[in-house]
């Protein structure tokens, strides 16, 4: 409940009567309320419209209370009168804020009322007020914010802007340090235009506010402790922002254009409205460093990725100062509306596991989605009413009135520093040519484009003001244009005289000692077994349970379990995993992982976490190893994938020597987030130069649970394979698991790696490893059978996964002595010399098949066709299919059934 809101609906009977409660018991109000009659008692009140009598009860005046209502109608609604849309009329919202509304007439214009002292006006004349509440809320700025619920933050938003009438007077020094940042966005735009016609460069003509506006939040952060801005952004005016902003050489963009090679040997690339770019300089004085991460034709998949770049940057860097990093996103009006994954990041901004400490969100708000007018993009009235679900304030900002926007740029910075949540700017404008420059926008939108054609640019309308205001003479105005014309050109000559560009990595400087993989990478073992001392010390660690804590029996249990597995020598895939994160802490490497459910995990086979018997306290025994470590953070996700996994994929950018885990609790359910996996995990080598450990953990494995909880579509991946861009996995034993996750960090090589993980093999007798398995091998791409006679071979089953089990069972029920198994337990980069080196042992003639329990059509069966050629003399599997697996168990063992018979018919 509001008390200002709910003011307005209430006699004044009925708030002298709440009031008089208050007074008797304050705790007997709701807290809004108790925070609204509290300006009652201060020194001649804020609200107060008549003194107390002597009985203390309160007497209000009906007039006094109309102003009040007014007030209160101002801050609430203000927003959809304002004067924020440079080339459109605004919508009609009714009732309007005319003070007839209010009981209230011409008459009272000139009565003094005591409530202008909660505007910051003292006593004051309702036309004074009127006045103020109209500069405040109703001009060039609009303000949503008054759903907030916490007293503090609003009170401090109002006072902000009311006493100021939400404007900043600028200095003549400002004013002219702004125009320069217009010439400079406006100029570029020009410039393009006319050097490099026709071709797509996504001009920001109409909302160049934009360029002045991330002038002042760097500029001024500084004052603010900013050490790293870290920024996402769509096409639209990135070529812009990159140079004006983040100061990348114009010649080198210029050079992007004309270029017909890349110096390194990067075969593919990427469009220069999609590349990332760091720089670090010297900003007011102040060393500042911004990263622009790149960003696909995907809208608003760079948001999450932005974010985990930021916590990476604050965990790693900064102990968590939320001050010194500064995430920026810029999005579209359509894009922020229609995309869900902008529900999802924000959804998880003020998560433990998620947090950066708050955004700036603009919009970059020129009211046409491609070709598609505002009205058809969403239901809700704002683009921006997403912010009301972190109830985050929304600042609607005219374009044409750049002063409004420089000033709502710095109170937005000030806002996200003191409070370190989301703040919101939608800067209304307009986009001078079509969705690109060779787009015809009059097919779709005649009117509005008729009206922009004759629409002045914001730097010609400040310019006309400050030759106004005398500032600048027009004649000084026309020389600073034309003098960065002539930097243009410079800049331009310079461009022309190579045609092979120089492709700078994104993060380069977090990456600068790790290596683009090679062959050589995936011949040479990486030594990633360690001293049987270490692990069984690490072991014992992670499988005591604090004394002083009372657990749930169960956990007793399964921890007494897990300290059997000791003295047993045979360690579960549970062991294997948790002894990866132990010792990889060991060495100084920190450890995240999440994912839905992850701390106890999907199969409750992991119990990161433990909780006490009361609920009260938790218990971690990776943060408890015994020996000085690094961090092991492990989260449970909101019910997110797109957002969560490209949150991932962007921690694992900023941090390279840790190992960051996403985890499916499905592998099925990984195509949520498809877009991060097709636009920057297998991609973002090959395009923007990125170097990304990732790893993704996908449960994967038939046992009859249907269609959605059965595969996790290696298929898909392997048809992504390709110059070393990712790894593909599918082990089938505790220690091969424990090594492959320990080489993401022991090669000098980050490469994303997808495990396609077990399910009943978590507690499958038969998958288990020896302390020997841990400490004495490292990681193995296939597994083949201890064969005394290999010439008495004569078929070999070539398999990946928990299936291995399930044929190694028949084969020992059907005494088949001449079948051999080979388990390929890295599918990608695929291991054909390991693997010839096993097959020549047996006769030249033995018969290679290829089992597998997907579909024919799934799985990686077209992917071992194309692999082995005509060696392979055979696929067993279940019949192409549309549908992964069978909904019935019955069916389920039936077709299982079928596949282990015909391996060994």
């Known amino acids: 409940m509001n008390a200002n809101i709910e003011l307005e609906t209430m006699d004044i009977g009925a708030i002298e009567a709440l009031y008089n409660k208050y007074k008797a018991n304050p705790d007997s109000v709701d807290e809004s309320f108790r925070y609204f009659f509290q300006g009652f008692d201060l020194a001649a009140t804020r609200f107060p419209l008549k003194p107390e009598g002597a009985n203390g009860m309160l007497s209000l005046s009906q007039k006094e209370l109309d102003v009040l209502r007014l007030i209160t109608s101002y801050r609430r609604r203000g927003h959809l009168f304002t004067k924020t849309n440079p080339v459109r009329t605004r919508r009609s919202y009714s009732p309007t804020l005319a003070?007839?509304?209010?009981?209230?007439?011409?008459?009272?214009?000139?009565?003094?009322?005591?409530?202008?002292?909660?505007?910051?006006?003292?006593?004051?004349?309702?036309?004074?007020?009127?006045?103020?509440?109209?500069?405040?809320?109703?001009?060039?700025?609009?303000?949503?914010?008054?759903?907030?619920?916490?007293?503090?933050?609003?009170?401090?938003?109002?006072e902000k802007m009311e006493t100021t009438g939400n404007r900043e007077v600028f200095g003549k020094e400002k004013k002219l340090r702004i125009l320069d940042s217009l010439i400079k966005a406006s100029g570029f735009e020009d410039y393009m235009h006319k050097k490099f016609v026709g071709q797509k460069r996504f001009s920001l003509?109409?909302?160049?506010?934009?360029?002045?506006?991330?002038?002042?939040?760097?500029?001024?952060?500084?004052?603010?402790?900013?050490?790293?801005?870290?920024?996402?952004?769509?096409?639209?005016?990135?070529?812009?922002?990159?140079?004006?902003?983040?100061?990348?050489?114009?010649?080198?963009?210029?050079?992007?254009?004309?270029?017909?090679?890349?110096?390194?040997?990067?075969?593919?690339?990427?469009?220069?409205?999609?590349?990332?770019?760091?720089?670090?300089?010297?900003?007011?004085?102040?060393?500042?460093?911004?990263?622009?991460?790149?960003?696909?034709?995907?809208?608003?998949?760079?948001?999450?990725?932005?974010?985990?770049?930021?916590?990476?940057?604050?965990?790693?860097?900064?102990?968590?100062?939320?001050?010194?990093?500064?995430?920026?996103?810029?999005?579209?009006?359509?894009?922020?509306?229609?995309?869900?994954?902008?529900?999802?990041?924000?959804?998880?901004?003020?998560?433990?596991?998620?947090?950066?400490?708050?955004?700036?969100?603009?919009?970059?708000?020129?009211?046409?989605?491609?070709?598609?007018?505002?009205?058809?993009?969403?239901?809700?009235?704002?683009?921006?009413?997403?912010?009301?679900?972190?109830?985050?304030?929304?600042?609607?900002?005219?374009?044409?009135?750049?002063?409004?926007?420089?000033?709502?740029?710095?109170?937005?910075?000030?806002?996200?520093?003191?409070?370190?949540?989301?703040?919101?700017?939608?800067?209304?404008?307009?986009?001078?040519?079509?969705?690109?420059?060779?787009?015809?926008?009059?097919?779709?939108?005649?009117e509005l484009y008729d009206i922009i054609a004759k629409h002045k640019n914001p730097r010609d309308i400040y310019a006309e003001k400050l030759i106004a205001e005398g500032v600048i003479k027009r004649e000084a105005f026309e020389t600073k244009v034309s003098d960065f014309y002539q930097v243009l050109e410079d800049a331009h000559g310079e461009s022309v005289g190579s045609g092979r560009l120089h492709l700078q990595p994104f993060l380069e400087g977090k990456s600068r000692d790790i290596e683009f993989p090679e062959p050589i990478d995936y011949e040479r073992p990486a030594e990633t077994r360690i001293s049987p001392e270490l692990f069984l010390s690490l072991a014992n660690s992670i499988t005591t349970l604090p004394e002083d804590k009372k657990f749930f029996n169960k956990v007793y249990r399964l921890f007494s379990q897990r300290a059997e597995m000791i003295k047993s020598d045979s360690y579960d895939w549970a062991m294997g995993e948790l002894m990866a994160y132990a010792s990889l802490a060991s060495e100084m490497h920190s450890v995240r992982l999440s994912g839905q459910d992850s701390e106890r995990g999907t199969f409750s086979h992991r119990h990161a976490e433990i909780i006490t018997e009361d609920g009260k306290d938790k218990y971690f025994p990776l943060k408890n190893l015994g020996v000085a470590q690094a961090p092991v953070r492990v989260y449970n996700s909101l019910l997110s994938e797109y957002g969560v996994l490209g949150f991932e994929y962007g921690y694992s950018l900023a941090h390279p020597s840790g190992l960051t885990i996403w985890e499916a609790q499905f592998g099925d359910f990984y195509n949520v987030g498809q877009v991060i996996v097709d636009q920057y995990i297998v991609s973002g080598q090959e395009k923007w130069g990125l170097r990304s450990g990732i790893v993704l953990l996908l449960p994967h494995g038939y046992e009859g649970q249907g269609a959605e909880h059965s595969s996790g579509r290696v298929e898909r991946f392997l048809t992504m394979c390709g110059n070393y861009n990712i790894q593909v996995v599918n082990c089938?034993?505790?220690?091969?698991?424990?090594?492959?996750?320990?080489?993401q960090l022991h090669r000098p090589i980050r490469v994303p790696l997808v495990v396609f993980t077990p399910k009943s093999l978590l507690r499958h007798p038969s998958c288990v490893s020896t302390l020997a398995d841990f400490t004495e091998s490292n990681f193995r791409e296939i597994i083949s059978d201890k064969v005394n006679d290999p010439n008495q071979i004569k078929r070999v089953l070539l398999c990946s996964g928990k299936i291995y089990y399930e044929l190694a069972t028949a084969r020992e029920e059907a005494r088949r002595d001449d079948v051999s198994i080979i388990r390929i337990e890295q599918l990608y980069p695929f291991p054909d010399k390991q693997i010839d080196e096993v097959l020549v042992k047996h006769p030249s003639d033995v018969e290679l098949v290829w089992v597998q329990e997907e579909p024919l059509n799934m799985g990686a069966a077209f992917f071992i066709q194309q692999q082995l050629g005509d060696r392979l003399t055979r696929v067993i599997s279940r019949p192409a299919s549309g549908v992964t697996a069978e909904g019935l168990t019955a069916l389920h063992k039936i077709n299982q059934a079928i596949i282990i018979e015909k391996a060994f018919e």
Not at 106 to 130: C, M, P, S, Y
Request: hydrophobic share 35%.
């Open 205 to 446: 003509e109409g909302s160049e506010s934009i360029i002045p506006a991330l002038d002042a939040i760097i500029s001024r952060g500084g004052e603010y402790n900013v050490n790293e801005v870290v920024m996402g952004m769509a096409h639209r005016g990135r070529l812009n922002v990159l140079t004006n902003v983040m100061k990348k050489p114009y010649s080198q963009v210029f050079k992007e254009f004309n270029a017909q090679n890349y110096e390194e040997e990067i075969k593919y690339g990427d469009v220069k409205y999609h590349l990332g770019y760091n720089n670090t300089f010297d900003y007011e004085g102040r060393r500042l460093s911004i990263s622009l991460a790149p960003n696909p034709s995907h809208l608003e998949a760079v948001g999450p990725v932005v974010q985990g770049i930021a916590r990476a940057m604050l965990e790693e860097e900064h102990e968590f100062n939320y001050d010194e990093v500064l995430p920026i996103v810029v999005h579209g009006d359509s894009a922020i509306a229609g995309q869900g994954v902008v529900y999802e990041t924000i959804q998880f901004s003020k998560l433990n596991g998620y947090k950066t400490g708050g955004t700036i969100h603009i919009v970059i708000n020129n009211q046409v989605g491609f070709t598609t007018n505002y009205l058809q993009a969403r239901s809700s009235t704002y683009c921006t009413d997403i912010a009301k679900v972190t109830q985050s304030p929304v600042f609607h900002v005219n374009g044409d009135d750049v002063e409004a926007m420089v000033y709502v740029a710095k109170l937005a910075l000030e806002f996200r520093q003191k409070y370190n949540i989301d703040v919101f700017i939608d800067l209304l404008s307009y986009r001078k040519y079509g969705h690109n420059e060779g787009d015809e926008p009059r097919f779709t939108q005649p």
């Open 732 to 743: 089938t034993t505790p220690a091969n698991f424990f090594h492959v996750l320990r080489r």
């Open 99 to 158: 003070i007839e509304n209010f009981n209230l007439s011409e008459r009272d214009l000139d009565t003094r009322f005591e409530a202008g002292k909660e505007i910051g006006l003292g006593k004051a004349t309702l036309r004074d007020i009127v006045d103020r509440l109209e500069e405040t809320y109703c001009a060039s700025i609009g303000v949503e914010y008054r759903y907030m619920t916490k007293p503090d933050i609003v009170r401090w938003l109002q």
